[in-house]
C-alpha cells in the first residue's frame, strides 16, 4: 500500500527513522496504528462504563474505566 502523507508527517517519519528508532517508514506508521487501536480500546471502555453509570442512576463515583489501574 502506498500511502500519501503530509510534508510534516513524512519529515518526522524520515527523523523517527533516521535517528534509529524505528527501522522503516512502515513501522513508524504500524506503531501509529497500533497506539490508535489502544487508544480507541480505551475510549470504547469508557463509554461503556459511563453509560452503565448513568443506567445504574448516575452516580459516576466509584467508576472505574481502567480495570488494570487501582483508584486512589
Known amino acids: 500500500m502506498d ?20 527501522a522503516s517508514p512502515t513501522a513508524v506508521v504500524e506503531e501509529g496504528l497500533r497506539l490508535l487501536v489502544e487508544r480507541e480500546a480505551k475510549l470504547t471502555a469508557l463509554r461503556e462504563h459511563v453509560q452503565n453509570a448513568i443506567a ?5 463515583s466509584n467508576v472505574n474505566p481502567w480495570p488494570s489501574r487501582r483508584k486512589t
Open 3 to 22: 500511502l500519501p502523507v503530509d510534508e510534516n508527517s513524512e519529515r518526522l517519519i524520515e527523523r523517527l527513522v533516521g535517528e534509529g528508532r524505528y
Open 56 to 60: 445504574g442512576g448516575g452516580d459516576l
